[in-house]
């Protein structure tokens, strides 16, 4: 494979799976504490759209991050309500969050902005750049290795390393602290933990809010990282991805992180093959290729979601004993 082409590879990788990987720490957060979020989607989507408005309005890196956190936290809440505090369909409350999101974004993008649901573009001041912009030049000269970190692993924004430094924290969270071993424990039983002295209801909370944090970054990522502005529907079904990368990855950050990256260079991969005719089949239509990371899904969640270990408790709600 060609240098220049193993690097813009890697690097289209590691850029289209940072939202994905920030969404399945979320979403296996959440999980984890016995929370079934399928709302992941609508949260990045609002994320998104909170970040494009407050970002052209404002002219805020840090202020558009902290509304994009602010709103997918409030969703997350706004789940926990219906289905922690009141004991809801978990399911149910997930997919209304993914309709209203994709709905009220649209509704509140043409009353604000009257350009189609869509928002101005962000200002380049406001966007996300390298934090290394020279690393590829400054390694150009070195063969293959040079072409593979410069371009390929240095030539990224603060969120891609930031995703990727959250799946050791995940990890270390759940598998080293007191706080995670609570968490892992209320998503296997919820009575055990309330008869040790521990609020179920505080710790579900509380892994919602760090779940929407997670999902505000990831929406954040879309509009300030990738695309200028904000556009309807702009997830593409990112958040169901993520959610199938969590299954695959057994609820464990590390497996999870592996599926995120898969995911992503499926996705970079649809990118490159566009316009290549393959020995013996000749140029491959686009839209199969685009289909690739979508069909990867559904393959995952119906082959994975029945062999895998899911928490016990998850998706039960917890009555309180008397």
Known sequence: MDEALLGALLASTLRVATPLILCAMAGLISERAGVVDVGLEGKMLFAAFIAAASGAAYGST?????????????????????????????????????????????????????????????????????????????WQGVPLVGTILGEGLLGHNLLVYLALALVAGVWWLLYRTRFGLRLRAVGENAHMVDAAGVSVLRLRYAALTLNGILCGLAGGYLVLAQNAAFVPHMTAGRGFMALAAMIFGNWRPVRALWAC??????????????????????????????????????????????????????????????
Do not use: M
Not at 97 to 109: D, F, S, W, Y
Not at 263 to 276: N, R, Y
């Open 62 to 138: 840090s202020l558009a991050l902290l509304l994009a956190i602010a709103t997918a936290i409030a969703l997350s809440w706004l789940h926990g309500f219906a289905c922690v505090s009141h004991r809801g369909d978990q399911v149910v409350s997930g997919v209304a969050l993914n309709i209203v999101a994709a709905g009220l974004t649209v509704v509140l993008g043409l009353a604000w902005f009257q350009q189609g649901g869509q928002t101005p573009p962000v200002s380049d001041s406001v966007r996300l750049h390298a934090l290394w912009p020279g690393a590829a030049s400054a």
């Open 261 to 322: 990256l898969l995911f992503g260079f499926l996705d970079a991969s649809a990118i490159q093959l566009q316009g290549v005719s393959l020995p013996g089949i000749g140029e491959v239509p686009v839209q199969a290729i685009q289909a690739l990371p979508y069909l990867l899904t559904v393959v995952l969640l119906a082959g994975f979601i029945g062999k895998a270990a899911v928490p016990k408790a998850l998706g039960q709600p917890y009555v309180k004993e008397r």
